[in-house]
């Protein structure tokens, strides 16, 4: 059954998983499945890929087509209740990329969270002035508007309390790069705040924050990555650019950003030698 934490994303991508394995089972190839059951073939891969979520008829279907028993199909119709229900990010779905609710709906479920930021602080560690610099810095260039910044900075505080302050929180490691805490967004003032939040922030016992410093051996050539690691589901990486994002679910490639982070880590300062580093950042945005 799931946990009180369940998100109906990670259901969705469940069922359409449990969906396939059983077809796949049956020796049958997507286009004969669908052509047995008299739907498209691409209704058979959407639903698998968890782009569509499949009826109750379906669901009823697609059980008799692989003649599995009543244990199996309860828990396929428990995924789908659950795959139904709404995730707090899609209040926000208007103002945010559809890659970027798809990773919220996986994070809800996360138990375990990698980040590795060159270039500024995470969002689940900003501070509502610096978030809301960080959107105004793209706005020209993405056309984002008035309400559009507005909801983006509600959507990341949001996100910050249910992460970071939920019941049984996930264990969340960060590297940030040095130049993250020396690049400005927003007045002096808003970057020592941030600095300040961010020492707060190290202190919580589920969250791991070390800085990588500009005098350390050169890191591995990637921009910033989040690997998310689940009880029930395969490892993730999320990837954001400008206009894009995308997530890597391939377990070599996964393996390799796995590697790839914690040998970064490594050349990276301890957490307290991190925590005096951003001491010192904030009294040197207090001018």
């Not at 968890?50 to 059980?63: H, M, R």
């Not at 990010?89 to 990773?103: C, G, H, I, M, V």
């Not at 924050?209 to 029930?232: R, S, Y």
């Amino acid at each position: 059954m799931p946990s009180q934490q369940g998100s109906p994303t990670v259901r969705r991508l469940r069922l359409g998983q449990e969906l396939r394995l059983l077809r796949e089972r049956k020796k049958l190839t997507g286009a004969r499945a669908a052509k047995d059951l008299g739907w498209s073939a691409s209704k058979i891969s959407r639903i698998e890929a968890a782009k569509t979520v499949p009826s109750a008829e379906d669901i009823k279907a697609l059980a008799e087509l692989y003649k599995i028993d009543s244990g199996k199909r309860d828990e396929l119709f428990a995924l789908l209740r659950d795959a139904d229900q709404r995730g707090w990010w899609e209040d926000y779905e208007d103002a945010l990329p559809e890659e970027y609710t798809r990773f919220l709906g996986l994070e809800a479920e996360a138990t375990f969270q990698r980040n590795w930021e060159p270039q500024i602080v995470p969002g689940l560690l900003q501070t509502e002035d610096y978030a809301r610099e960080v959107v105004l810095s793209v706005r020209g260039i993405s056309r984002i508007t008035h309400s559009g910044v507005r909801s983006r900075v509600e959507a990341r505080m949001d996100r910050q309390q249910r992460v970071l302050h939920r019941p049984q929180p996930s264990q969340l490691c960060f590297v940030l790069d040095e130049p993250a805490l020396m690049r400005r967004f927003g007045e002096p003032s808003v970057m020592r705040e941030q600095m300040e939040h961010l020492l707060e922030m190290s202190l919580l016992p589920h969250v791991s924050v070390q800085v990588l410093v500009m005098d350390a051996l050169h890191p591995v050539n990637t921009g910033a990555f989040i690997h998310l690691k689940f009880a029930e589901f395969d490892d993730v990486v999320y990837l954001e650019q400008l206009y894009t994002a995308h997530f890597v679910d391939d377990l070599e490639r996964v393996a390799g950003y796995e590697e790839a982070f914690d040998y970064i880590k490594s050349q990276a300062l301890d957490e307290d030698e991190s925590r005096v580093l951003i001491q010192r950042k904030a009294m040197m945005w207090r001018g």
